[in-house]
């Protein structure tokens, strides 16, 4: 591949990984908005031919403590390990 082809790649990426922050923070403020109407309102689901939003109330997430368990239980770590493929992948950070 020729350097000028990179370059545009590189700063095409570039403007498209700044444009999805900014969705990703639109969204974020949209979310929010919805939240604070749905629990004012009592409203658990919204829907239209495009869009359906269901409103999930907070709650406790119970998870494992991966390594507490490698720690305190490697045995028992080793037994439960599951391998699973990844596809490669670009971490792309904008500074």
Known sequence: MKVPDIEKLFKDLTEVTIEKK??????QE???EL?????????NLL?????????VKSFNRCT???ELLKRD???????C???TFIDP???VKVI
């Open 22 to 27: 900014q969705i990703v923070e639109k969204e």
């Open 30 to 32: 949209l979310k929010s």
């Open 35 to 43: 939240i604070k109407i749905m629990e004012a309102d009592k409203i």
């Open 47 to 55: 829907e239209n031919a495009r869009i359906k939003i269901n409103y």
């Open 64 to 66: 494992v403590n991966s």
């Open 73 to 79: 239980y490697p045995e028992v770590a080793k037994i």
């Open 81 to 83: 390990m599951k391998t």
């Open 89 to 91: 992948f670009l971490k």
